[in-house]
């Protein structure tokens, strides 16, 4: 579905992206990872032919960006990063407005912002939506016209967990169907839950590209953290691949005197920060969590 190679791309006389070169294949979820600034918006904006004066080539869907016709629009349907809806204008006439750009028939708007739930204020102001309801109606505008590749950057972002869970289910639902999804996000959960294949981007450029799985088995080994009882709470910790050698946790399981064992990967955060270097946007730092509060009785 998408063929990229050698592309370079600046927006100013200093080069920005650089010699990147990758393939997503038809129904693949495809997702693109990094920092603020990484140039993931203007990879996406690249293979959606809004940035043509790029170098190499970026094919999608058998055409290159750069010579793209109206035509290449009928099969690519895009959710930006920021709203792009007609604030004046309500839902339903925003839908209306974007399904009559093309020729292919919409899908029933009813059915979509059911979906999303929206039907009760699709008939309200665009500029009267909150961020969360905004991010909701670009969502479904993407797939109006039924498109066979859908560029997504940050659909999640300002949802609550139950909104982005409804849509995290019909980005699935769309891949059931052979779509072919691009998705770039910040939330490492949902690239691992969703995507076949990440790619992570800094400073314009492809600096590790696997499936989430992998990326995450290549980078350290599992750990096996154990407790039981001696003195109070005791616990000890060791690597999946030595249990066996574990004289300790022998013992201990041989006495049936295990408390609890539980064994756990390095996740995608961990692997973002260290493959770019930096922490993760949304994290806050110990000191600022807020703490439980519990009743006292
Ligand atoms: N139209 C533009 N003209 C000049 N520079 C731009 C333009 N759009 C983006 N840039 C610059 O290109 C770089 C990459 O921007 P881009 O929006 O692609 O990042 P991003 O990876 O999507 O970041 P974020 O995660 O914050 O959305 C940034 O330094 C940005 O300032
Ligand atoms: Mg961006």
Redesign the pocket.
């Known amino acids: 579905m998408i063929q990229v190679s050698n592309l370079s791309f600046s ?2 006389n200093q080069p ?1 992206i650089s010699g990147m070169n990758f393939s997503v294949a038809p129904g693949e979820i495809f997702g ?1 990872l ?12 690249i293979l959606i032919g809004m940035l043509r004066s790029y170098q190499g080539s970026a094919m999608v869907n058998g055409i290159e960006c750069r010579s793209r016709t109206k035509k290449f629009y009928e099969e690519i349907g895009v959710d930006f ?1 920021f709203s792009t809806m007609y604030e004046k204008l309500t839902a339903r006439e925003n839908l209306l407005f974007f399904s009559s750009l093309y020729e292919k028939k919409p899908r029933p708007f009813r059915e979509l912002l059911e979906r999303v739930g929206l039907e009760g204020d699709a008939d309200k102001r665009v500029a009267d939506y909150s961020k969360g309801m905004k991010s909701r109606l670009n969502f479904i505008k993407a797939l109006l016209h039924d498109p066979v590749l859908l560029c997504l ?2 659909p999640t972002s300002g949802l609550d967990p139950v909104g982005s869970r409804v849509m995290k289910d019909m980005i699935l639902e769309e891949k059931a169907k052979g779509k072919t999804i691009l998705l ?1 996000t ?1 939330n490492m959960q949902d690239a691992a839950e969703l995507c076949d294949r990440v790619a992570f ?1 800094v400073g ?1 450029r492809i600096c590790a590209l696997d499936s989430p799985h992998s990326l995450i088995l290549s980078r350290g080994a599992a750990t096996v953290t154990y407790t039981w009882l001696e003195n109070g709470e005791q616990s000890a910790s060791c690597p999946l691949g030595r249990i066996s050698s574990d004289e300790r946790l022998k013992a201990l399981i041989a006495g049936n005197r295990l408390q609890s064992i539980h064994s756990s990967e390095p996740t995608l955060d961990e692997i973002f920060v260290e493959i770019t270097g930096r922490e993760l946007e949304y994290k806050i730092s110990d000191n600022l969590k807020p703490k439980f509060i519990r009743n006292v009785e």
């Open positions: 927006y100013t920005f693109f990094g920092p603020s600034g990484a140039g993931k918006s203007t990879l996406q904006k990063e950057d940050e770039t910040h981007i314009g």
